[in-house]
C-alpha cells in the first residue's frame, strides 16, 4: 500500500548510543517532517524538509541530526542516545508543504533509552 | 506565536451518545485547521480540515466540526459515538509560512458499551 514507512517500529538503547530511524514515502510527496510524541505534550516538530536536499529545524531539534537522502527518504539520527530521547517518534509527508495541506504519518518508532 | 490547546485530556462518552472535543487555537491570520485520530500503536489519519468558507466541516466516518473564529475555536463533534471511536483525538493549525504545523496535546476518548 502507498504510504509512509518507517522502521524500526521499536527500538531499545542504551544512554550514549546512537542509531538511526528511517522514512520512506511513496506517493512523489516533496516535504517530509519528524515528530516526537510525548504524553500530554502532543506532536512536536523536530526537523523537516521542504525539498530534496533542504532541512531545516523544528521546534524540539537538539540532539538530532537528519538526511534527505533523495525524495523518498528522510532519515534521522540519535548521535548520543539520552533517557529525554524516550519517546513515540512520527514520519509524516505532504506534497508541497504548504499549511493547507494534510499530513500523512507513518505507524510510529517507539524508542526507549535506558 | 501559534498554539493549540485541547483543555481536555481524557473523555469518556456511553456508546450511541454524542460528543464534543474542544479545541481552540490562537494564530493572528486566519487558520488552516485540522482534526487528526490515532488509533492505538498508529500513526495520525487526518478527520477533516478547514480552510475557509462555510465553516461547519464535514469529515469521514461521521464527524464534524465547527470554526468560531470569534471565539478562536474548532470543536469537533460527533452525533452518535461507536465503540471504534475510541482514540486519541489531534487538533492542529497550520501557520502561514510553509511547512509549520502545531498539534494540540490531544484528547484520548473512551467510549462505554
Known amino acids: 500500500n502507498a504510504g509512509v514507512t518507517q522502521t524500526p517500529k521499536f527500538q531499545v538503547l542504551k544512554t550514549g548510543q546512537s542509531m538511526t530511524l528511517q522514512c520512506a514515502q511513496d506517493?512523489?510527496?516533496?516535504?517530509m517532517y519528524w515528530y516526537r510524541q510525548d504524553p500530554g505534550m502532543g506532536l512536536r516538530l523536530i526537523y523537516y524538509?521542504?525539498?530534496?536536499?533542504?532541512?531545516d529545524k523544528g521546534e524540539v531539534p537538539n540532539g538530532y541530526n537528519v538526511s534527505r537522502l533523495n525524495k523518498r527518504e528522510f532519515s534521522l539520527r540519535l548521535e548520543s542516545a539520552a533517557p529525554s530521547q524516550t519517546s513515540v517518534y512520527f514520519c509524516?509527508?505532504?506534497?508541497?508543504?504548504?499549511?493547507?495541506?494534510?499530513?500523512?504519518f507513518g505507524s510510529g518508532t517507539q524508542l526507549s533509552v535506558l | 506565536a501559534q498554539s493549540v490547546t485541547q483543555p481536555d485530556i481524557h473523555i469518556t462518552v456511553s456508546e450511541g451518545a454524542s460528543l464534543e472535543l474542544r479545541c481552540n487555537y490562537s494564530?493572528?491570520?486566519?487558520?488552516?485547521l485540522f482534526w487528526y485520530v490515532q488509533s492505538p500503536g498508529q500513526g495520525l489519519q487526518l478527520l477533516l480540515k478547514?480552510?475557509?468558507?462555510?465553516?461547519l466541516v464535514q469529515g469521514i466516518k461521521g464527524f464534524e466540526a465547527e470554526f468560531k473564529r470569534s471565539q478562536s475555536s474548532f470543536n469537533l463533534r460527533k452525533p452518535s459515538v461507536h465503540w471504534s471511536d475510541a482514540a486519541e483525538y489531534f487538533c492542529?493549525?497550520?501557520?502561514?509560512?510553509?511547512?509549520?504545523?502545531?498539534f494540540g496535546s490531544g484528547t484520548k476518548l473512551n467510549v462505554k458499551p
Open positions: 492542529a493549525v497550520g501557520a502561514g509560512n510553509f511547512n509549520k504545523f502545531y
Open positions: 494564530y493572528g491570520a486566519t487558520p488552516y
Open positions: 478547514y480552510f475557509s468558507g462555510d465553516t
Open positions: 509524516a509527508s505532504s506534497l508541497s508543504g504548504t499549511a493547507d495541506e494534510k499530513l500523512l
Open positions: 524538509s521542504a525539498s530534496e536536499g533542504t532541512t
Open positions: 506517493m512523489n510527496h516533496n516535504s
